[in-house]
Every structure is written in C-alpha cells, then in structure tokens.
C-alpha cells in the first residue's frame, strides 16, 4: 500500500498568513494527488485534483505543486474560513490512502 | 443540483450486520466509479471501496480491513449504492460517505454524501 504522510499534523496561523502543507507519498505516484478541505461535522470537500488543478469554485489562494512523491499545499492569504483540517490522497492505484491530516486553526 | 444522501447508518451489535444506501441525484449515475470512504471519531479518513461502471463489468474492490465482512453494490437503474456490512466489529463505528468518482479528476472524489454513523457497540 502507498503510505501518505502528512506535516505538520496542526498548525496555528493568522488571518492573511501564508500557510503551506506538504504530503509525502512512500512511492511515486505521478500528479494522483488530490487535496480536501474538512469543517467539524461536515463532509470533506475537493480543493485540488491532480497535485495542481484547482476544483471548480474554490478560491484562487489555493495552490497546490509537486509530482513523484512530494507535494504541497499552499494558502496565500488564510481567511477565516479557512481553518479546517485539510488531507491529501493519492489515487494512483487502489487501495486509495490518505494522509493523516493537518488542523489549521488560529 | 448534483446530490448524494447516505442513510442507514445506526446502533448494531458486534457480528451484527447493517445495509448503507446512498440516493444520487442530478448527474447520470452509471456513467462513474463510486466508493464508500468512512471517519472513525476524531480520526482521519480511510477508503472503505469501490464499485465501477458497467463498462468495467461493475467490479468492486475493497479495503483488506473489511474484505470479506462489507460487500459494495449498486443499482444504475434506481441510481443507488450499497454497502453491505457483515460481522460488524467495534473499530468499524465511524460515519461513512458515499464519494463519487469524479471523471476527469484523475479519479479524485468530487462529490460527497453527507454522512451516515455507524456505531458498533454492545
């Protein structure tokens, strides 16, 4: 199985921060990476597909880079709904893992 | 409005059993891979399955930890999935979601039920 490792595990930032998440995949894994956004008590949701193909409606302060096995992801200016916890996933070849998750909060 | 809603979830028994459905609405069912991806309490997200389209034969696949206990299924014509859920352990509580399988995202999940909770207690 392709193991996803994730850091920090939280952080603590400010509104208008930059702030930047990084994923590491244990084996190539081309651009099959994709990142969500989750809020306490909802679903996650799509932010990126494809290491840096932002999904329809999310905001350009999202970017995400990388190919092979390290990728990141950076939010340019951090606005207040951005504090949520964010998890990569790889879906280059089953079984599909994520990583572990970073809580970003204030 | 491209929709999923999840229901069946509740309180089972260890070695009880539980059928998840998930209602899709708004896109054309049959053409994507769906899968099941569940959250144990305050715990990350794992991969439960996968079931694709008839022009891969609807074959499944499943996560090593439930092969053999869940068995995923759809219905194109009701635009419906299932997760059959068997010999139900105490680490199987967690809320699962129905995801779909975005067509042009390489494969990532573009859309999300809202979660159904399963709680596997005696």
């Known amino acids: 199985d392709i193991q996803m490792t994730q850091s920090p595990s939280s952080l603590s930032a400010s509104v208008g921060d930059r702030v930047t998440i990084t994923c590491r995949a244990s084996q190539s894994i081309s651009t099959f990476l994709n990142w969500y956004q989750q809020k306490p008590g909802k679903a996650p949701k799509l932010l990126i597909y494809a290491a840096s193909n932002l999904q329809s409606g999310v905001p350009l302060r999202f970017r995400g880079s990388g190919s092979g096995t390290d990728f990141t992801l950076t939010i340019s200016s951090l606005q207040p709904e951005d504090f949520a916890t964010y998890y990569c996933?790889?879906?280059?070849?089953?079984?599909?893992?994520f990583g572990g998750g970073t809580r970003v909060e204030i | 409005e491209v929709q999923l809603v999840d229901s069946g979830g509740g309180l089972v028994q260890p070695g009880g059993s539980l059928r998840l459905s998930c209602a899709a609405s708004?896109?054309?069912?049959?053409?994507?891979?769906m899968d099941w991806v569940r959250q144990a309490p305050g715990k990350g997200l794992e991969w439960v399955g996968r079931?694709?389209?008839?022009?891969?034969?609807?074959?499944?696949e499943h996560a090593a930890s439930v092969k053999g206990r869940f068995t995923i299924s759809r219905d194109d014509s009701q635009r419906s999935l299932s997760l059959q859920m068997n010999s139900l352990k105490t680490e199987d509580t967690a809320v699962y979601y129905c995801?779909?399988?975005?067509?042009?995202?390489?494969?990532?999940?573009?859309?999300w039920g809202q979660g159904t909770m399963v709680t596997v207690s005696s």
């Open positions: 079931s694709r389209k008839k022009g891969k034969s609807y074959t499944t």
């Open positions: 708004g896109f054309t069912f049959s053409d994507h891979y």
């Open positions: 995801v779909r399988v975005g067509p042009y995202s390489q494969d990532a999940f573009d859309i």
């Open positions: 996933q790889q879906s280059d070849r089953t079984p599909l893992t």
